[in-house]
T-cell receptor, first 115, second 113 residues
Framework: AQKVTQAQTEISVVEKEDVTLDCVYE???????LFWYKQPPSGELVFLIR??????QNEISGRYSWNFQKSTSSFNFTITASQVVDSAVYFC????????????FGKGTRLHILP | GAVVSQHPSRVICKSGTSVKIECRSL??????MFWYRQFPKKSLMLMAT?????????EQGVEKDKFLINHASLTLSTLTVTSAHPEDSSFYIC?????????FGPGTRLTVL
């Protein structure tokens, strides 16, 4: 069965600090997508990244970076030089490509960036 | 990415009434659509999956007679919460999927008094 675990329920850091959000997943499939979404207080999901299971290259986008490690089934997300606007709930998610494209979410990590 | 809209974005209703939520894509055709529910400070939980022209498949614990899903076309899906009660108050989000592409709607916040 597919499962996504975000062990960090809530994190608080001071602005400009780096912070890493952990994500561990379980799947029986060899082909899948991994996602990160940001959910600000408005509720609308903001897509951050989708990573194909065959592509283990790490990705950097501005202050955001992602570390995909298939050996440990992890897909961690790092924000460098955090800003107050980064405060939100962040969800890691998994979609098995052979199962109707549905997306299964972790429980989310609530991130507080303190000024 | 595709533009997916939900209407209404926010609704307040009295207990016992039915509420219809529309999920519409303006520029994307989706064979498969999903509906999620999110309670305050919780994660998004999949409620049901629907394929165009077929009956929806509901997740365990979701009452199909209470949450009616109509996948009317490749660009429109509706979720009707029948005889809504305060415990149905939640944030409802649709997801449209086709060929490995997936796009979420902005969500509908339902409050049942």
């Amino acid at each position: 069965a597919q499962k996504v675990t975000q062990a960090q329920t809530e994190i608080s850091v001071v602005e400009k600090e780096d912070v890493t959000l952990d994500c561990v997943y379980e799947t029986r499939d060899t082909t899948y997508y991994l996602f990160w979404y940001k959910q600000p207080p408005s509720g609308e999901l903001v897509f951050l990244i989708r990573r194909n299971s065959f592509d283990e290259q790490n990705e950097i986008s501005g202050r955001y970076s992602w570390n995909f490690q298939k050996s440990t089934s992890s897909f961690n997300f790092t924000i460098t030089a955090s800003q107050v606007v980064d405060s939100a709930v962040y969800f890691c998610a998994l979609s098995e490509l052979n199962r109707d494209d549905k997306i299964i979410f972790g429980k989310g990590t609530r991130l507080h960036i303190l000024p | 990415g595709a533009v997916v809209s939900q209407h209404p974005s926010r609704v307040i209703c009295k207990s016992g009434t039915s509420v219809k939520i529309e999920c519409r894509s303006l520029d994307f055709q989706a064979t498969t659509m999903f509906w999620y529910r999110q309670f305050p400070k919780k994660s998004l939980m999949l409620m049901a999956t629907s394929n165009e022209g077929s009956k929806a498949t509901y997740e365990q614990g979701v009452e199909k007679d209470k949450f009616l899903i109509n996948h009317a076309s490749l660009t429109l899906s509706t979720l009707t919460v029948t005889s809504a009660h305060p415990e149905d108050s939640s944030f409802y989000i649709c997801l449209m999927a086709e060929g490995g592409e997936q796009f979420f709607g902005p969500g509908t916040r339902l409050t049942v008094l």
